[in-house]
């Protein structure tokens, strides 16, 4: 019999650690100190690691779960600390799972089977990171998803230890360029930065001395992204950038900020165009450089350029470890006493800001933090907040933009608290909120939230049947915030509402990279079924989706538009679920842009489009499908296979 556990070195760099063909039953089952003795590939995970005198009260055992074979480590209160998995049923780990307390942090994953690792992974608290390892030596030689905080966290990595090659694979790349859809003029300006990018960044990194090998990433800071909508300068498509983006770092209990300055989302990447600027040397000449907005006053950064004073950097210290702690209140309680916390320590890094520009940051920073406990239930307090504040901002006419978001922050949280209600009356709940919302629109016509209050109205209005009220809505949300994401959802919603009779467009790609336009589906009927993996009323109809693909065969096809978070959930699904159709996947969600090509709000929704490419209904449901089929598919005798050739399919 073969040893339990199997020592792999690939090409001496890291080691892998896997779990050979031994019965779950047999004598020479790993231990539990084996299988604690593995560690990450990648250097810097914070994972759950028992003390010594606690490993002897853990416990490993062998699981079946998804007709997958593995072994669960798990600490004395049942938190699971590993995890490793025969995906494939070669008896062979592929699977590589590390836990921070019970959530999975990190994977390492081998998708050839060949026993090495090849894909690195990050969840939950641990970041949403993917990355590929093509020669399997331990290194990541490319990116597959990355946000845009994890892109400066791993500048700052790069900088600490002057590694060119780590740098270049955040950058945008000379071959991306072009899927970016950008116009003559800003493509060549975009050329002109990142050429040669990688060689600067040596020749920085070997001079600066502000980032040390100790120094360590701390946070993101930078306004909301924005988007530059599609037919700017000549672009053909929408492109979501942030620009002058500050990392804040700490080395050695002093904190300072490194200058990232533009990042631009590809798909599930943000990409560098710029040189970092260490400390915010070259602050100015990076702003003036700004491609896509007016460069904001690098004053609304996190801190002064100059750096925080004493007090302003003990209270900074202190808002980063409670940050840290926020995973262990768990509690109803303990999550009100820590977003009270955290609402007292932004009220004084506001009462210490350097100039009004600043404190507005650290009191917006405050509303949003109070909105979102509010919304969620874990901070009684929050609207007495919101309200106080409201109060306070109200004495200052500088802050009108603030003031209008606290505005609506509050509005929201009063009628998502009115819902929670014992008592509850809906309709009148409703009504209120609704009167609410446009009285807001009236009083802050140009706030950045009456684009998402407008949008609210009209979703509101097409829900209760009131289509050309929600119509009106969606026109002035166009009219009033073009290039806004309220905007882009609102256009597509006013095209699905008066879609019924016309031919629609609808193009995406699929996780793969294949190409599906409707537009060569004409001849067959088809349906197109926007989803989701969390939607399970979506996944139930599934099954007649199928079963009417084989009985209509070549007459009628189905196209799926995924609306996940996450590719990763779509492609697991998949890979248990085989669909014979193809799936439209890009990343947002319900913000994406195959969502918003029609304005899609919820799920499931199914549109049912005819032979000529015109839309039959715009909503149709499972139980009216087949009806419809009839009146427009001819009897036909059964099939035994849906229809081959469809583009995209798997």
Not at 571 to 584: F, G, K, M, S
Request: hydrophobic fraction near 40%.
């Amino acid at each position: 019999m073969r040893n339990a556990i199997r020592m792999l070195v690939p090409a001496a760099v890291c080691a892998i650690v896997v779990f050979s063909s031994v019965p779950a039953n047999s004598a020479a089952s790993p231990t539990v100190e084996q299988a604690l003795s593995l560690m990450p590939i990648q250097k810097g995970v914070d994972i759950s690691t028992p003390t010594a005198g606690e490993i002897e009260k853990c416990k490993m055992t062998a699981r079946k779960s998804n007709g997958r074979v593995g072994w669960v480590v798990e600490d004395p209160d049942g938190l699971i600390l590993r995890r490793f998995v025969d995906s494939n049923g070669d008896n062979t780990v592929d699977r590589w799972s590390y836990f921070k307390d019970g959530l999975e942090v990190y994977r390492d994953v081998d998708t050839d089977f060949n026993r090495k690792a090849d894909q690195c992974c990050w969840f939950h608290t641990g970041g949403s990171r993917r990355g590929i390892d093509r020669d399997e030596d331990g290194t990541i030689d490319r990116w597959e998803t990355i946000s845009a905080e994890e892109v400066s966290a791993e500048l700052i990595a790069a900088l600490a230890n002057r590694d060119a090659d780590r740098f270049a694979r955040l950058v945008l790349t000379t071959e991306e360029l072009p899927l970016l859809g950008l116009g003559k003029e800003k493509a060549d300006a975009v050329a002109a930065k990142i050429d040669g990018l990688a060689e600067k960044f040596r020749t920085l990194a070997a001079k600066q001395t502000v980032v040390k090998p100790q120094t360590r990433w701390v946070h993101f800071s930078g306004t909301q992204p924005g988007v530059v909508p599609a037919g700017t300068e000549g672009s053909t498509k929408d492109v979501r950038v942030y620009e002058n983006v500050v990392a804040v770092v700490e080395t050695a209990g002093e904190h300072g900020q490194v200058l990232v300055g533009t990042l631009i989302r590809l798909g599930d990447l943000w990409r560098l165009i710029d040189l970092p600027q260490p400390d915010g040397a070259g602050a100015t000449e990076v702003a003036s450089r700004g491609l896509f907005f007016q460069p904001p006053n690098l004053q609304q950064s996190a801190m002064p350029a100059a750096g925080p004073n004493e007090q302003s950097q003990k209270l900074l210290d202190e808002l980063e470890k409670l940050d840290q702690l926020a995973d262990r209140a768990t509690t109803p309680q303990q999550q009100a006493e820590h977003n009270a916390r955290r609402v007292a320590l932004l009220e004084k890094m506001a009462e210490q800001a350097s100039d009004g520009k600043e404190r507005a940051m650290w009191y917006r920073q405050l509303a949003d933090t109070v909105g979102a406990a509010v919304q969620v239930g874990s901070y009684p307090d929050g609207i007495k907040k919101l309200q106080s504040l409201l109060e306070l901002l109200a004495k200052d006419e500088a802050d009108e933009a603030l003031a209008a978001h606290v505005k609506f922050l509050l509005l929201t949280a009063e009628y998502g608290q009115s819902l929670q209600a014992k008592d509850a009356n809906f309709v009148e709940i409703q009504a209120k909120w609704l009167k609410d919302l446009e009285q807001y629109a009236t009083d802050y016509p140009k706030a950045i939230d009456t684009a998402e209050a407008m949008l609210q109205l009209a979703i509101a209005r097409e829900f209760a049947g009131g289509e050309e009220h929600a119509k009106q809505w969606y026109a002035r949300i166009v009219k009033e915030f073009p290039g806004t994401p309220a905007a882009k959802k609102a256009a597509g919603a006013r095209i699905r509402l008066d879609s019924v009779g016309k031919t629609i467009r609808l193009t995406g790609r699929t996780a793969t990279g294949s190409v599906v336009d409707l537009a060569k589906y004409r001849g067959r009927v088809v349906v197109i079924q926007y989803w989701a993996t969390w939607c399970e009323p979506c996944k139930r109809d599934m099954p007649l989706l199928k079963e009417l693909l084989t009985k209509y065969g070549r007459s009628m096809s189905v196209i799926g538009v995924s609306l996940d978070n996450n590719a990763k959930d779509l492609t697991d699904y998949l890979a248990e679920n085989r669909l014979p159709w193809p799936q439209i996947y890009e990343s947002g969600g319900l913000d994406s842009e195959p969502a918003n090509q029609l304005g899609i709000l919820s799920l499931p929704t199914m549109l049912l489009i005819d032979k000529e490419g015109k839309v039959v209904n715009r909503n149709v449901r499972t139980d009216q499908l087949e009806a419809e089929l009839k009146k427009l598919i001819p009897a036909t005798r059964s099939v035994s296979r849906p229809p081959s050739g469809s583009a995209g399919k798997r």
